[in-house]
């Protein structure tokens, strides 16, 4: 993607404006302004939902939630003013995290101080700035201790100043590129997307091998 123009196997098509945030889901692209979430088919508008205060990130799996400037937003429940830093949807509902730990719903799961989760296969993983928590088996993961983006697919990949690592669900180092990134994106079917300090794009495989 550049600017507001988007890349897929559809062909390319253009956005109205360029996006605040954009994930690839497994039924579209999920698009992001300050206060209005689209959703894309095929290059084609399939949804709009108007957000009931600013957005800031959306995760498009396994299912799609906006993170807002207070709590988070889905179109079945619509917006839960919770104290979130993080949060995604699955089929048992909403898992979110804080400095207080990660939670369920309104029920706080697990004590410790986390910033980001994700959907791992079966499995939560929250990420600590030294470890990550895979929920609900209760199993510590180590972390590379100055990443600062991360995503999923089968695997965790986090970014970090030496470049991407890829840690299978047991936190086994599966394979790592080095360079100098500003930010990555991860799905099973687009493989890794990074983006370079300058911001230009650079695809690579779900094995971290130049896609072309």
């Known amino acids: 993607m ?97 400095e207080e730990g990660l939670w369920h719903e309104r029920e706080l799961v697990a004590d410790g101080s986390y910033e980001r989760v994700l959907a791992v296969g079966d499995e939560v993983l929250v990420l600590g700035r030294e470890h990550a928590l895979a929920w609900p088996a209760e199993r510590e993961i180590e972390l590379p201790l100055d990443w600062f983006a991360a995503d999923s697919a089968a695997d965790l990949y986090l970014l970090s100043p030496a470049g991407v690592h890829r840690l299978d669900p047991a936190g086994y180092e599966m394979g790592f590129y080095a360079g100098n990134f500003s930010d990555l994106a991860v799905s099973a079917g687009a493989g890794v997307w990074l983006v370079t300090k300058e911001g230009q794009t650079l695809h690579l495989t779900l094995e971290l091998e130049k896609a072309w």
Do not use: C
Request: aromatic share 12%; no cysteine.
């Open 2 to 98: 550049q600017g507001r123009w988007v890349e897929s196997p559809a062909g390319s098509f253009a956005l109205p404006a360029p996006p605040l945030d954009v994930d690839a889901g497994p039924d579209g692209l999920e698009v992001l302004y300050p206060y209005v979430w689209q959703t894309y088919r095929d290059g084609e508008l399939a949804s709009v939902h108007d957000l009931p205060s600013r957005a800031r990130a959306i995760h498009a799996r396994p299912e799609p939630i906006v993170m807002l400037e207070k709590g988070f937003f889905t179109p079945e429940r619509g917006w839960l003013s919770l104290p979130a830093t993080d949060a995604v949807r699955t089929g048992e509902g909403v898992f979110w995290v804080n």
